[in-house]
Every structure is written in C-alpha cells, then in structure tokens.
C-alpha cells in the first residue's frame, strides 16, 4: 500500500465516525483498522517512507511495548555470573534478572548510569554487568522501527462491545542517539532485564528496551499529522 492510498482509505474510515470492533480484546484495534483499510494483518509496508510500521492506538491505553531488543556484545560481566551474584530467586528458587531498572538503587543493588556515550547496568559495589553504546542502539531502533505511523482512536463501549472513532494519523520517522540518551535518563525509554540461571549458563530472553504506547512520538525528531 502506498501512503497516499493509506491517507485517503483513513480519511474514509475517519468520516464514518464510530465503527464497532471486529475482534473483542485488545487486538480489536488493529485487526479492524487494518480490515477497513483492506490491509491483510500484519502485513502493511508504506514504501514511499522506507517500511513504515503501523500502529493502532487507543486513547486511553497505558500499554507498554517493546521497541528493540538488544545485549550482542553488551555483557562486560559473565550473564551467569551475573545472575548467581545480583538474581533474585522466584517461587522455584530459581535465580533471576528480572528488573525494569532506572537511575535510583532497586532491592538488588542495581541501577544504571549513562554518560555521553553509553548506558550501563551497575552494582552499588561498584560492578558494571553491561553497557549499550547510544551509537549502537541507535542502529537497533533503525532496524526494527524505521518509521512509524500511529492511527488515533477515541473509544466507546455499547454494551459488550467495543467502538472505535479513528480521527488522526502521524507519520513519526528518524532518531538519534541523543534523543535515546535523554529518554532513558528521563525514564520513557524503560530498561528491562530479563534473564535466569538455566544451570551452565544464563538464559536471556534479550533486554527489553521498552515504551508507553502514548510517548512513542516523543523517541522520533519528526513528526506529521497525514491524515
């Protein structure tokens, strides 16, 4: 689909006014935006901005989603040695990095600390269990999210079902690894660790670097209401 046949079928569903969900659930939003677009699900490119992402949005939603993952060459500490020396046991007893860090010590002595160039996870001891170049993130975020378009929805529901009144679309495109350094620092970027003991060797489900749905135009320098 080209993005000038996604602004006016938008416009299209936008003039209708409220339109009743296609599917109960969270997953209502996007499944009826995309079928009133005439979109098969989970497959929209909008080639004339370089891949763009859709993304369906619910007024109200306080969603977190992720926007990349990323530990390749990120580990200054051993990951086992890490989880036998900073995890917490879960109800198992198994052993685990599973925090959502910020800038202020949590339970296990851990925290994170940015400088001009990088962010790190590390211990009160003095420890720094892994570090992410801004440089390097920066070409994650790219990867996986090039550009994005955000299709606003107010919603409503008439008794058990769900209503949606698509008004606004924005196209959000280009970052930096300035804008990713003060989004962390002020907590919009959220930093999730997220790995356990497996016995020889550490099982990391990939660091989470994570978002509010209602920031994501906050994490891009350009945005444009297209529709």
Same mark, same amino acid.
């Given at each position: 689909?080209?993005?000038? *046949?996604?602004?006016?079928?938008?416009?299209?569903?936008?003039?209708?006014?409220?339109?009743?969900?296609?599917?109960?659930?969270?997953?209502?939003?996007?499944?009826?935006?995309?079928?009133? +677009?005439?979109?098969?699900?989970?497959? =929209?490119?909008?080639?004339?901005?370089?891949?763009?992402? !859709?993304?369906?949005?619910?007024?109200?939603? &306080?969603?977190?989603?992720?926007?990349?993952?990323?530990?390749?060459?990120?580990?200054?500490?051993?990951? !086992? *040695?890490? #989880?036998?020396?900073?995890?917490?046991?879960?109800?198992?007893?198994?052993?685990? %990095?599973?925090?959502?860090?910020?800038?202020?010590?949590?339970?296990?002595? +851990?925290?994170?600390?940015?400088?001009? *160039?990088? #962010?790190? #996870?590390?211990? =009160?001891?003095?420890?720094? %269990?892994?570090?992410?170049?801004?440089?390097?993130?920066?070409?994650?975020?790219?990867?996986?999210?090039?550009? %994005?378009?955000?299709?606003?929805?107010?919603?409503?529901?008439?008794?058990?079902?769900?209503?949606?009144?698509?008004?606004?679309?924005? +196209?959000?495109?280009?970052? &930096?690894?300035?804008?990713?350094?003060? &989004?962390?620092?002020?907590?919009? =970027?959220? #930093?999730?660790?997220?790995?356990?003991?497996?016995?020889?060797?550490?099982?990391?489900?990939?660091?989470?670097?994570? =978002?509010?749905?209602?920031? %994501?135009?906050?994490?891009?320098?350009? &945005?444009?209401?297209?529709?």
């Amino acid at each position: 689909m080209e993005i000038n *046949e996604f602004i006016e079928k938008f416009k299209q569903l936008k003039a209708q006014g409220y339109v009743k969900s296609l599917r109960k659930g969270p997953t209502g939003i996007g499944k009826t935006l995309e079928t009133y +677009l005439g979109i098969k699900e989970n497959n =929209i490119s909008l080639p004339d901005f370089d891949g763009a992402e !859709l993304k369906a949005h619910r007024d109200d939603s &306080s969603n977190l989603i992720t926007l990349f993952t990323f530990n390749r060459g990120a580990w200054v500490m051993n990951p !086992l *040695e890490a #989880v036998k020396k900073y995890g917490t046991a879960d109800e198992n007893g198994r052993l685990g %990095l599973y925090f959502t860090m910020s800038f202020k010590m949590n339970s296990a002595g +851990l925290l994170l600390y940015a400088d001009e *160039e990088s #962010v790190s #996870v590390r211990h =009160i001891d003095g420890s720094t %269990l892994v570090r992410w170049r801004f440089d390097d993130l920066q070409d994650q975020f790219e990867k996986k999210i090039p550009a %994005l378009v955000i299709a606003y929805a107010r919603t409503e529901y008439r008794g058990d079902d769900e209503y949606f009144q698509f008004y606004k679309a924005i +196209l959000l495109n280009n970052t &930096s690894k300035d804008i990713l350094r003060e &989004s962390i620092k002020n907590g919009i =970027i959220l #930093v999730d660790l997220r790995l356990h003991d497996k016995g020889t060797m550490a099982r990391n489900h990939g660091t989470g670097f994570r =978002i509010y749905e209602k920031n %994501l135009p906050l994490v891009f320098s350009y &945005s444009e209401v297209i529709a």
